[in-house]
């Protein structure tokens, strides 16, 4: 029998006061896009907001719907925005906001399975990390290096392919 371990790195910041005037700028927008998103069932707003490698900006946003839970994560919303706008187009970096409308909106919030599934797929087919900066409305920013970090056993073509 062996045993292994998994681990990765990352960063937490105390506010976004620490980081780069691009980071400061792209979670800002995330932040704000929040009160776009249409959460008339789980009342948690949440906004992905990424910038290409060639600089493009492009967001998305959760939608819900009556046949709850059948609506769609803000960042699924983005990837299949920017698949359509962007084609081929790798992400440098995404920040992901959210608006807890029933709570504390003050810490960072990681993306649920089936997005941390569609992220690690992206970044795949891109073949570019993609870097994620997750936090709330204010408070503490956790700076993830790339999306395969929060999915280390993905399910990927490989599998289907039986490489």
Known sequence: MAHTQHQFEFEIYDSDADLTRA??????????LCEQAYAPYSHFRV??????VAGHILHGTNQEN?????????????LSALS??????????IAISYHNEQGDSSQPAS???ICRQS???????????IRLL???????????????D???FSFTADDLLGK
């Open 119 to 129: 992220l690690v797929e992206y970044e795949q087919r891109m073949q570019h990390p």
């Open 23 to 32: 980071d400061q700028q792209l979670l800002a927008q995330a932040r704000q």
């Open 111 to 113: 993306p649920c399975g």
């Open 84 to 93: 359509s706008v962007y084609p081929g187009e790798a992400i440098d970096t």
């Open 66 to 78: 009556a046949s709850y839970p059948v609506g769609i994560c803000a960042e699924r919303t983005l």
């Open 134 to 148: 997750l936090s709330g409305q204010q408070g503490r920013v956790m700076i993830i290096r790339q999306a395969t």
């Open 150 to 152: 929060l999915l280390p």
């Open 47 to 52: 906004a992905a907001v990424a910038r290409t």
